[in-house]
């Protein structure tokens, strides 16, 4: 969804005990899995319908046409 935030850089937020699987996430995306950071209390998604990981992809892997 292209209206929700703009980024440069790809952000991956995990809930937790789910950190493992953002790492996993990151690390296929070919992102530091250091990365990863906690589910923000207010995600900055409208509804995460459930999932424990987010990816926000930024300019990063997404450029822009």
Known sequence: DST???LD???IFAVAGAEADGQ???VTLGLN???VAAMPAAP???DLAGAQVLVVVGF???PAE
Request: aromatic share 0%; hydrophobic share 50%.
């Open 60 to 62: 990063d892997l997404a």
């Open 24 to 26: 996993a996430i990151a």
């Open 4 to 6: 929700g935030p703009q």
């Open 9 to 11: 850089t790809t952000a």
């Open 33 to 35: 899995p250091v990365g």
């Open 44 to 46: 900055p998604v409208a």
